[in-house]
């Protein structure tokens, strides 16, 4: 009995249960608040609870009589049970109370302090022992200088790297460009900061490298959010006015909805050189919002700019040596004309509109159709728009339909795809567009004017009556979905809606009534 007594009374103190309470008590706060590093508080809790076991082995030793291995074995334990409980309680504040005040000092400043907690509790425990500290400090002052001279090097690295992250130059997530290399910082450590890059690499930056050296944060400006400046080229023949390339080209990307692409600034492009060989060289300038996907981010503005190019019926510019010459003769031609054409005629039967056409009147009216590509995202129609008195049809690809509502969002009204037409109301009778649509994929079209569809009115007026009660059917039919009107009620109304849209056609096209 007395042999358990003394190894207790040697073994535990109020102090040490006051310290255990602190040490569970926080620990399961941090597993509770904190638990993306329970591995790291495992660790340090297993750490602490083996300290007690030492201090526990060293009071046996004391009651069975090894005064000074029990001393020496105790000490040992005791300071490392204390450097548990100071790296528990760093955890603590700078991971836990710290963070909740929207204080985020950097690792570097929780490493300094929890470091020099170290060394005050181990100074204080040689003290308690009994050892002169003066002396002591005064052979560690030598042997510091000594090593200070023989790392150089690692101690301008970790220097360094409190310097970084004391005045904020980086931190961790930032976009940072060193010569060549550009990639995310991911870890600001006492030696060097790691740099993931887009090819799947990291890239251990020493920190002395980065104080010395100039290097490039990007996307950062002060009061502003994370965006990078882009900068696509293309080039256009000088035979076209550069307004022109540049108005086809910033209103093709300011209204459309590119991922990753910002609104603010508004991307904008500017001609930026004249060859001798005959073209402009252009620039579409835009800010990257995310700055991984730069490369696809690229990809679809280029995409977004040959599309619209192609709808203004203008041609991006190439290299003389690119271009290969190959003589065609007539006959080959001839037979992908008709080819084309024939093609266009079959795309011709599927719009109900000109299901009363002889083939003769398709044959023409195909002849008028221009190809109308559209990228994802492109604004295809706009709702209100008063100017574009054109149909288009769908030859491959999906569009949204979306209605304006009065709160200022879209309503998805319908999916057209393949085979699908709209802008019927615009072409025939110069109506705004009663709905907004945009290209759900990448669109394929056929365009059609106004001033083709005129030609054949005009020889065959009687075209007219037939397509007005088209309309009439095809109003009714938005009516009802749109406005939940009666389905029999809208069919009544069909007589009547002709009626007007007929006159309207013939005013239209200056018909006569």
Request: glycine fraction near 6%; charge should be negative; aromatic fraction near 10%.
């Amino acid at each position: 009995m007395n042999f358990l007594s003394d190894a207790l009374v040697y073994f535990w103190d109020a102090e040490s249960f006051t310290l255990l309470a602190l040490v569970l008590g926080i620990s399961a706060l941090l597993f509770h608040f904190h638990s993306e590093e329970r591995r790291s508080l495992y660790n340090t809790v297993g750490f602490y609870f083996v300290c007690l076991f030492g201090q526990m082995l060293g009071g046996f030793m004391h009651a069975l009589g090894f005064m000074r291995f029990a001393d020496i074995t105790h000490e040992v334990f005791v300071i490392g049970a204390g450097i548990a409980a100071i790296r528990l309680g760093g955890l603590l504040v700078f991971r836990l109370i710290l963070p909740s005040v929207k204080l985020h000092p950097p690792r570097i400043t929780e490493d300094i302090f929890v470091i020099i907690a170290y060394v005050a509790w181990f100074m204080l425990r040689l003290r308690y022992a009994g050892l002169d500290l003066s002396s002591i400090l005064a052979t560690s002052a030598v042997i510091t200088a000594v090593i200070a001279f023989s790392m150089q090097d690692t101690l301008g690295n970790i220097l360094g790297g409190l310097a970084l992250q004391l005045d904020n130059s980086i931190e961790v997530g930032d976009w940072i460009k060193v010569d060549d290399i550009a990639g995310k910082v991911v870890d600001i450590r006492w030696r060097s900061t790691l740099v993931e890059t887009r090819n799947w690499e990291t890239v251990v930056f020493p920190n002395s490298q980065l104080m010395k050296n100039k290097f490039l944060v990007l996307g950062r400006r002060t009061d502003q959010p994370v965006q990078w400046r882009r900068w696509v080229w293309f080039n256009v023949s000088l035979e076209v006015a550069p307004s022109k390339v540049i108005s086809v080209v910033e209103d093709a990307i300011q209204h459309t909805e590119i991922a990753n692409v910002a609104k603010q600034p508004l991307p904008n492009c500017v001609l930026m050189d004249m060859d001798a060989k005959g073209y402009g060289r252009y620039a579409m300038r835009y800010w990257l919002t995310d700055l991984t996907p730069d490369d696809p981010t690229d990809g679809a503005v280029r995409w977004h700019i040959i599309t619209a190019l192609q709808r203004a019926g203008l041609k991006l510019a190439m290299e003389e040596s690119s271009i290969l010459l190959t003589k065609e003769n007539e006959k080959h031609e001839e037979v992908l004309h008709q080819r084309e054409v024939l093609s266009r005629i079959k795309t011709l039967h599927r719009v109900e509109l000109f299901s009363s056409m002889t083939e003769d009147e398709l044959k023409t009216l195909a002849g008028h159709l221009r190809y109308f590509p559209f990228a994802r995202g492109n604004v295809m129609a706009r709702q209100g728009d008063e100017r574009s008195h054109w149909l288009f049809i769908i030859v491959s690809g999906e569009a949204d339909v979306f209605l304006d509502t009065p709160e200022g969002g879209k309503r998805l009204i319908n999916t057209l795809n393949k085979g699908n037409f709209f802008g019927e109301m615009a072409l025939l009778t110069g109506a705004p567009r009663r709905a907004s649509v945009i290209a759900k994929t990448d669109v394929e079209c056929y365009r059609l004017d106004k001033e083709a569809f005129e030609e054949i009115l005009h020889a065959r007026p009687s075209i007219a009556d037939e397509v007005a009660h088209i309309l009439a059917e095809r109003t009714a039919q938005l009516d009802v979905a749109l406005h939940d009107i009666d389905a029999a009620a809208a069919h009544h109304d069909i007589a009547k809606q002709h009626s007007e849209i007929l006159a309207t056609i013939k005013r239209f096209f200056s018909l006569g009534i």
